[in-house]
């Protein structure tokens, strides 16, 4: 009997869930191991039971002293050394930028990304996916206060003018997105209507533009998301 295969997902709050991204992963055959350190769940030893791993977002920093910031961020040597597709997201992207030993910071005026904000994907971004309908997007979700650094070795995917780096891959198989294309316009909803004391911050769009610009975006966003979940995947070690 062929094992199941496994996806590793690791999420930073209680309710939270991989949205679009743990959609498509279950309609390409995969199991998701959903794990919440942040909570007490244990990451895996090894990655031998898991044929990826993608490291979701959360309100905490990179930055952060918690013990479990530091273990995770410790921890992302395993599927890195073992070849094992990875993808961040916001919080993981940052995480991974950690872990590679560049900076991750804020604005000096408290500068936040929150709504949809272009940005500029280089050619690399468009050999991801080779897919003419599907090319990598240039208008996308953000909700953060932090970004980051290019890691040395890195290639740039795309570029940003607040937050200028917003996507790079590392190594084969490990990327990094400091935006969201895992949201639904349910999440949209929930964030924008319960982060009001977030969207005062400077940069930030007024809650009525998110799901406005949701109809006018995210259509790009989810066909690039449902080409390149498969590539990477089935990207070599």
Not at 19 to 29: I, T, Y
Not at 113 to 137: N, Q, S, V
Not at 186 to 198: L, P
Request: glycine share 8%.
């Amino acid at each position: 009997m062929d094992q199941t295969r496994k996806i590793l997902i690791v999420l930073h709050q209680e309710h939270s869930t991989p949205g679009r991204v743990g959609l498509l992963l279950r309609q390409l055959g995969f199991e998701l191991d959903i794990r919440r350190p942040r909570f007490g769940d244990l990451l895996p030893q090894n990655m031998r039971e898991h044929d990826g791993a993608v490291i979701f977002g959360g309100p905490m920093s990179a930055n952060d002293s918690d013990a479990y910031i530091r273990e995770e961020i410790n921890w992302l040597d395993k599927p890195l050394s073992e070849g094992k597709p990875l993808l961040g997201i916001c919080l993981g992207a940052q995480m991974l930028t950690r872990h590679l030993g560049e900076r991750v910071y804020q604005l000096d005026n408290g500068g936040i990304e929150a709504g949809y904000y272009p940005i500029a994907p280089l050619p690399a971004a468009h050999r991801i996916t080779e897919d003419a309908c599907a090319p990598f997007p240039d208008y996308v979700y953000q909700w953060h206060s932090e970004g980051f650094d290019l890691p040395t070795g890195a290639t740039l995917l795309a570029e940003g003018s607040t937050f200028p780096i917003q996507a790079y891959r590392y190594g084969h198989n490990a990327y990094a997105l400091q935006f969201h294309p895992e949201v639904t316009y349910e999440t949209i909803d929930r964030w924008s209507s319960r982060g009001t004391e977030r969207l005062k911050a400077p940069g930030a769009k007024p809650a009525c533009e998110h799901l406005t610009d949701w109809h006018q975006y995210d259509s790009a966003v989810a066909a690039w998301i449902s080409a390149f979940l498969p590539k990477w995947i089935a990207s070599p070690a």
